[in-house]
Protein backbone atom coordinates (compact mmCIF):
# COMPACT_ATOMS: atom_id res chain seq x y z
CA UNK A 1 0.00 0.00 0.00
CA UNK A 2 0.70 3.82 -0.52
CA UNK A 3 0.98 6.25 1.99
CA UNK A 4 -1.66 8.95 2.75
CA UNK A 5 -0.78 12.46 0.91
CA UNK A 6 1.79 14.28 3.45
CA UNK A 7 4.44 17.78 3.43
CA UNK A 8 7.95 16.67 4.19
CA UNK A 9 10.00 19.07 5.99
CA UNK A 10 13.88 18.66 6.50
CA UNK A 11 14.85 21.29 8.79
CA UNK A 12 18.53 22.55 8.97
CA UNK A 13 18.83 22.91 12.61
CA UNK A 14 16.73 21.29 16.18
CA UNK A 15 15.88 25.12 17.04
CA UNK A 16 13.66 24.82 13.58
CA UNK A 17 12.58 21.67 13.56
CA UNK A 18 10.90 22.70 17.28
CA UNK A 19 9.16 25.89 16.21
CA UNK A 20 7.69 23.73 13.37
CA UNK A 21 6.73 21.17 15.81
CA UNK A 22 5.84 24.07 18.23
CA UNK A 23 3.08 25.16 15.35
CA UNK A 24 1.98 21.93 13.85
CA UNK A 25 2.37 19.50 16.83
CA UNK A 26 -1.09 18.28 15.71
CA UNK A 27 -0.44 17.34 12.32
CA UNK A 28 2.87 16.82 12.35
CA UNK A 29 4.80 13.25 13.48
CA UNK A 30 8.92 13.32 13.39
CA UNK A 31 10.87 10.85 10.92
CA UNK A 32 14.05 9.73 12.41
CA UNK A 33 14.92 6.01 10.50
CA UNK A 34 11.00 5.19 9.38
CA UNK A 35 11.42 1.93 10.21
CA UNK A 36 8.51 2.12 12.05
CA UNK A 37 6.59 5.02 10.73
CA UNK A 38 6.78 4.54 6.99
CA UNK A 39 4.94 0.34 7.52
CA UNK A 40 2.58 2.31 9.60
CA UNK A 41 1.76 5.35 6.95
CA UNK A 42 2.17 2.42 4.13
CA UNK A 43 -0.80 0.40 5.95
CA UNK A 44 -2.69 3.46 7.06
CA UNK A 45 -2.21 3.16 11.05
CA UNK A 46 -0.74 6.98 10.99
CA UNK A 47 -1.85 10.02 8.58
CA UNK A 48 0.27 12.55 9.41
CA UNK A 49 -0.38 15.75 7.05
CA UNK A 50 3.41 16.70 7.37
CA UNK A 51 6.58 14.56 8.14
CA UNK A 52 9.70 16.33 10.32
CA UNK A 53 12.56 14.86 9.11
CA UNK A 54 15.38 14.65 11.64
CA UNK A 55 18.26 13.23 9.60
CA UNK A 56 19.98 16.29 8.86
CA UNK A 57 20.14 17.10 12.56
CA UNK A 58 23.57 16.42 12.94
CA UNK A 59 23.88 17.31 16.81
CA UNK A 60 21.18 14.76 17.15
CA UNK A 61 23.89 12.04 16.68
CA UNK A 62 26.79 10.73 18.72
CA UNK A 63 27.54 8.66 22.22
CA UNK A 64 29.33 9.89 25.09
CA UNK A 65 29.74 9.97 28.89
CA UNK A 66 28.42 12.43 31.14
CA UNK A 67 29.08 12.31 34.93
CA UNK A 68 29.75 8.42 34.56
CA UNK A 69 25.88 8.32 32.74
CA UNK A 70 26.02 6.88 29.01
CA UNK A 71 24.04 9.35 27.13
CA UNK A 72 23.38 8.44 23.17
CA UNK A 73 21.68 10.83 21.66
CA UNK A 74 18.27 10.68 19.91
CA UNK A 75 19.26 10.37 16.32
CA UNK A 76 22.28 7.41 16.48
CA UNK A 77 21.32 4.31 14.48
CA UNK A 78 21.05 1.13 16.24
CA UNK A 79 24.36 -0.01 14.48
CA UNK A 80 26.51 2.91 15.86
CA UNK A 81 25.32 2.02 19.27
CA UNK A 82 26.24 -1.94 18.18
CA UNK A 83 29.33 -0.87 17.30
CA UNK A 84 30.66 1.53 20.05
CA UNK A 85 33.62 -0.13 21.89
CA UNK A 86 32.32 2.79 24.65
CA UNK A 87 28.42 1.41 24.63
CA UNK A 88 30.02 -2.02 25.23
CA UNK A 89 32.31 -1.04 28.28
CA UNK A 90 29.80 1.40 30.08
CA UNK A 91 26.34 -0.45 29.22
CA UNK A 92 26.84 -4.14 28.04
CA UNK A 93 23.50 -4.59 28.49
CA UNK A 94 22.65 -1.93 26.10
CA UNK A 95 25.32 -3.46 23.55
CA UNK A 96 24.14 -6.83 24.00
CA UNK A 97 20.32 -6.44 23.85
CA UNK A 98 20.60 -3.99 20.64
CA UNK A 99 21.91 -7.14 18.52
CA UNK A 100 18.44 -8.14 18.76
CA UNK A 101 16.74 -5.41 17.01
CA UNK A 102 15.44 -6.57 13.81
CA UNK A 103 17.89 -7.35 10.67
CA UNK A 104 20.97 -5.68 10.04
CA UNK A 105 19.62 -2.87 7.61
CA UNK A 106 16.78 -2.33 9.88
CA UNK A 107 19.55 -1.20 12.78
CA UNK A 108 21.30 0.48 9.77
CA UNK A 109 18.06 2.89 9.71
CA UNK A 110 16.58 2.58 13.14
CA UNK A 111 17.60 5.04 15.77
CA UNK A 112 17.48 5.08 19.18
CA UNK A 113 15.19 8.34 19.67
CA UNK A 114 12.98 6.53 17.29
CA UNK A 115 12.27 3.14 19.78
CA UNK A 116 12.08 5.13 22.39
CA UNK A 117 9.06 7.51 20.90
CA UNK A 118 7.41 4.88 19.09
CA UNK A 119 7.36 2.43 22.48
CA UNK A 120 6.57 -1.19 21.20
CA UNK A 121 6.34 -3.03 24.29
CA UNK A 122 8.57 -5.62 22.61
CA UNK A 123 11.44 -3.52 21.84
CA UNK A 124 14.76 -3.76 23.53
CA UNK A 125 15.44 -0.57 24.39
CA UNK A 126 12.48 0.57 26.13
CA UNK A 127 13.43 -2.50 28.09
CA UNK A 128 17.26 -2.08 28.75
CA UNK A 129 16.20 1.49 29.71
CA UNK A 130 14.20 -0.14 32.39
CA UNK A 131 16.51 -2.12 33.45
CA UNK A 132 19.14 0.41 34.08
CA UNK A 133 16.79 2.86 35.55
CA UNK A 134 17.68 5.38 32.56
CA UNK A 135 16.02 8.64 31.77
CA UNK A 136 14.74 10.41 28.49
CA UNK A 137 15.55 13.61 27.49
CA UNK A 138 12.34 15.70 25.83
CA UNK A 139 13.05 18.67 24.25
CA UNK A 140 10.30 21.32 22.95
CA UNK A 141 10.19 25.16 22.66
CA UNK A 142 8.79 25.24 26.00
CA UNK A 143 12.13 23.97 27.26
CA UNK A 144 13.87 20.71 28.30
CA UNK A 145 13.10 17.94 30.85
CA UNK A 146 14.22 14.79 31.70
CA UNK A 147 11.91 11.70 32.50
CA UNK A 148 12.70 8.36 34.20
CA UNK A 149 11.70 5.57 32.31
CA UNK A 150 9.29 4.10 34.64
CA UNK A 151 7.40 7.21 33.91
CA UNK A 152 7.97 7.72 30.27
CA UNK A 153 6.59 4.53 29.08
CA UNK A 154 2.71 4.41 29.74
CA UNK A 155 1.25 1.96 27.23
CA UNK A 156 1.44 0.19 24.11
CA UNK A 157 2.89 3.20 21.59
CA UNK A 158 2.01 5.35 24.45
CA UNK A 159 4.53 8.06 25.76
CA UNK A 160 4.80 10.75 28.27
CA UNK A 161 6.10 12.92 25.50
CA UNK A 162 4.09 15.73 24.21
CA UNK A 163 3.02 16.34 20.81
CA UNK A 164 5.45 19.10 20.26
CA UNK A 165 8.69 17.68 22.41
CA UNK A 166 10.80 15.40 20.58
CA UNK A 167 13.06 13.04 22.55
CA UNK A 168 16.35 14.17 22.04
CA UNK A 169 18.77 12.03 24.39
CA UNK A 170 18.49 9.41 26.38
CA UNK A 171 20.75 8.24 29.21
CA UNK A 172 21.85 5.29 31.08
CA UNK A 173 23.55 5.45 34.04
CA UNK A 174 26.61 3.48 35.94
CA UNK A 175 26.17 0.75 37.58
CA UNK A 176 27.78 0.19 41.07
CA UNK A 177 30.91 -2.31 41.07
CA UNK A 178 30.41 -6.07 41.37
CA UNK A 179 27.18 -5.75 38.99
CA UNK A 180 26.57 -7.97 36.45
CA UNK A 181 24.14 -7.78 33.44
CA UNK A 182 22.20 -10.02 30.75
CA UNK A 183 19.50 -9.76 28.01
CA UNK A 184 17.94 -12.75 26.92
CA UNK A 185 15.07 -13.07 24.42
CA UNK A 186 13.01 -15.71 22.52
CA UNK A 187 11.36 -14.85 19.07
CA UNK A 188 10.30 -17.33 16.43
CA UNK A 189 12.64 -16.04 13.96
CA UNK A 190 16.03 -13.73 14.34
CA UNK A 191 15.18 -10.67 13.68
CA UNK A 192 11.61 -10.97 15.14
CA UNK A 193 10.40 -8.90 17.94
CA UNK A 194 10.67 -10.75 20.64
CA UNK A 195 7.81 -13.21 22.46
CA UNK A 196 9.64 -12.49 25.65
CA UNK A 197 12.62 -11.05 26.24
CA UNK A 198 14.08 -9.99 30.00
CA UNK A 199 17.07 -7.73 31.14
CA UNK A 200 18.27 -8.96 34.10
CA UNK A 201 20.88 -6.72 36.68
CA UNK A 202 22.74 -7.89 39.50
CA UNK A 203 24.62 -6.83 41.83
CA UNK A 204 26.79 -8.59 44.49
CA UNK A 205 28.07 -8.53 48.06
CA UNK A 206 31.80 -8.04 48.56
CA UNK A 207 32.28 -11.67 48.70
CA UNK A 208 30.68 -12.60 45.68
CA UNK A 209 28.13 -15.01 47.67
CA UNK A 210 25.35 -12.91 48.64
CA UNK A 211 22.56 -10.80 46.00
CA UNK A 212 22.44 -6.83 47.62
CA UNK A 213 20.73 -5.73 44.51
CA UNK A 214 18.34 -7.30 41.56
CA UNK A 215 16.32 -5.97 38.56
CA UNK A 216 14.20 -8.05 36.24
CA UNK A 217 12.80 -6.02 32.95
CA UNK A 218 10.60 -7.84 30.65
CA UNK A 219 9.47 -6.56 27.14
CA UNK A 220 6.43 -8.44 25.34
CA UNK A 221 4.47 -9.32 28.87
CA UNK A 222 2.19 -6.02 28.57
CA UNK A 223 2.06 -3.22 26.90
CA UNK A 224 4.90 -1.72 28.53
CA UNK A 225 8.12 -2.67 29.68
CA UNK A 226 7.57 -4.34 32.70
CA UNK A 227 10.29 -4.79 35.83
CA UNK A 228 9.21 -7.98 38.46
CA UNK A 229 9.00 -5.88 41.39
CA UNK A 230 8.22 -8.51 43.56
CA UNK A 231 10.93 -11.06 42.20
CA UNK A 232 13.37 -8.46 42.63
CA UNK A 233 12.65 -7.53 46.73
CA UNK A 234 12.58 -11.18 47.12
CA UNK A 235 15.91 -11.43 45.63
CA UNK A 236 17.91 -8.84 48.26
CA UNK A 237 20.24 -10.70 50.50
CA UNK A 238 19.50 -14.20 49.23
CA UNK A 239 22.37 -16.49 48.33
CA UNK A 240 24.03 -16.73 44.98
CA UNK A 241 22.43 -20.13 43.84
CA UNK A 242 20.39 -22.01 41.41
CA UNK A 243 17.54 -22.36 44.06
CA UNK A 244 17.70 -18.49 44.18
CA UNK A 245 17.51 -17.87 40.50
CA UNK A 246 14.52 -20.63 40.40
CA UNK A 247 12.30 -19.05 43.06
CA UNK A 248 13.26 -15.72 41.58
CA UNK A 249 11.38 -17.48 38.20
CA UNK A 250 8.40 -18.57 40.39
CA UNK A 251 7.83 -15.32 41.65
CA UNK A 252 8.25 -13.61 38.16
CA UNK A 253 5.49 -16.20 37.08
CA UNK A 254 3.57 -15.03 40.25
CA UNK A 255 3.22 -11.22 39.21
CA UNK A 256 3.71 -10.74 35.57
CA UNK A 257 0.09 -10.50 33.57
CA UNK A 258 1.24 -11.07 30.37
CA UNK A 259 -1.73 -11.00 27.32
CA UNK A 260 -2.29 -14.01 24.30
CA UNK A 261 -2.27 -12.93 21.08
CA UNK A 262 -1.88 -14.60 17.73
CA UNK A 263 2.05 -15.02 19.05
CA UNK A 264 1.66 -16.60 21.72
CA UNK A 265 -0.52 -17.93 24.79
CA UNK A 266 -0.39 -15.62 27.80
CA UNK A 267 0.51 -19.13 30.01
CA UNK A 268 3.25 -19.74 27.27
CA UNK A 269 4.65 -15.81 27.69
CA UNK A 270 4.23 -16.57 31.82
CA UNK A 271 6.46 -20.07 31.04
CA UNK A 272 8.95 -18.43 29.03
CA UNK A 273 9.45 -15.33 31.44
CA UNK A 274 9.92 -17.42 34.13
CA UNK A 275 12.48 -19.44 32.18
CA UNK A 276 14.71 -16.23 31.18
CA UNK A 277 14.60 -14.67 34.42
CA UNK A 278 16.43 -17.69 35.84
CA UNK A 279 18.98 -17.80 33.15
CA UNK A 280 19.47 -14.40 32.81
CA UNK A 281 20.12 -13.46 36.74
CA UNK A 282 22.51 -16.75 36.65
CA UNK A 283 24.47 -15.30 34.23
CA UNK A 284 24.50 -11.87 35.24
CA UNK A 285 25.66 -13.00 38.52
CA UNK A 286 28.71 -15.01 36.44
CA UNK A 287 28.74 -11.78 34.98
CA UNK A 288 29.71 -9.80 37.91
CA UNK A 289 31.93 -12.41 39.58
CA UNK A 290 33.81 -12.56 35.91
CA UNK A 291 33.93 -8.32 35.89
CA UNK A 292 36.04 -8.32 39.61
CA UNK A 293 38.42 -10.78 38.28
CA UNK A 294 39.35 -9.26 35.32
C1 LIG B 1 10.96 -5.97 9.95
C2 LIG B 1 11.22 -5.13 11.17
C3 LIG B 1 11.61 -5.75 12.33
C4 LIG B 1 11.86 -4.99 13.49
N1 LIG B 1 12.24 -5.65 14.61
C5 LIG B 1 12.47 -4.94 15.73
C6 LIG B 1 12.89 -5.59 16.93
O1 LIG B 1 13.07 -6.81 17.00
N2 LIG B 1 13.09 -4.81 18.02
C7 LIG B 1 12.92 -3.45 17.99
O2 LIG B 1 13.12 -2.80 19.01
N3 LIG B 1 12.54 -2.83 16.89
C8 LIG B 1 12.31 -3.52 15.75
N4 LIG B 1 11.93 -2.86 14.62
C9 LIG B 1 11.72 -1.40 14.66
C10 LIG B 1 13.01 -0.64 14.53
O3 LIG B 1 13.79 -0.80 15.68
C11 LIG B 1 12.73 0.85 14.39
O4 LIG B 1 13.91 1.42 14.02
C12 LIG B 1 12.22 1.60 15.61
O5 LIG B 1 11.07 1.07 16.13
C13 LIG B 1 11.86 3.05 15.30
O6 LIG B 1 13.00 3.75 15.06
P1 LIG B 1 13.11 4.65 13.79
O7 LIG B 1 14.33 5.48 13.99
O8 LIG B 1 13.03 3.84 12.56
O9 LIG B 1 11.82 5.64 13.96
P2 LIG B 1 10.68 6.05 12.94
O10 LIG B 1 10.09 4.86 12.30
O11 LIG B 1 11.17 7.13 12.05
O12 LIG B 1 9.65 6.69 13.99
C14 LIG B 1 8.91 5.87 14.88
C15 LIG B 1 7.98 6.77 15.71
O13 LIG B 1 8.72 7.57 16.61
C16 LIG B 1 8.53 8.97 16.34
N5 LIG B 1 9.86 9.57 16.50
C17 LIG B 1 11.01 9.20 15.90
N6 LIG B 1 12.04 9.90 16.38
C18 LIG B 1 11.53 10.72 17.33
C19 LIG B 1 12.11 11.68 18.21
N7 LIG B 1 13.44 11.91 18.24
N8 LIG B 1 11.30 12.33 19.06
C20 LIG B 1 9.97 12.10 19.07
N9 LIG B 1 9.36 11.21 18.27
C21 LIG B 1 10.14 10.53 17.40
C22 LIG B 1 7.99 9.04 14.92
O14 LIG B 1 7.22 10.20 14.71
C23 LIG B 1 7.17 7.76 14.87
O15 LIG B 1 5.93 7.96 15.51
C24 LIG B 1 11.70 -3.59 13.46
C25 LIG B 1 11.31 -2.94 12.27
C26 LIG B 1 11.08 -3.69 11.14
C27 LIG B 1 10.68 -2.99 9.88
Same mark, same amino acid.
Given at each position: ??????????????????????????????????????????????? /????????????????????????????????????? /???????????????????? /?????????????????????????????????????????????????? #??? $????????????? *????? /????????????? *??? #???????????????????????????????????????????????????? $???????????????????????????????????????????????????
Amino acid at each position: MKPPRFRYYAPHSLEEALAVLAEMADEAKPLAGGQSLIPMLNMRLAR /PSLLIDLNGLHELSGIELDNGALVVRAMTRHRAVERS /PLVAEHTPLLAEAIRWVGHL /PIRTRGTVGGSVAHADPAAELPGVLMALDGTVQLTSRRGQRLVPAEDFFI #DLL $TTAAEPDELVTEV *RFPSL /PSRTGTAWLEVAR *RHG #DYALVGVGAVVSLAEDFTTVTEARLSFIGVGGRPVRARLAEAALRGQPVAAE $TWRAAAATVRGEIDPAGDIHASAEYRRYVAGVLAERALALAAERAREGARQ
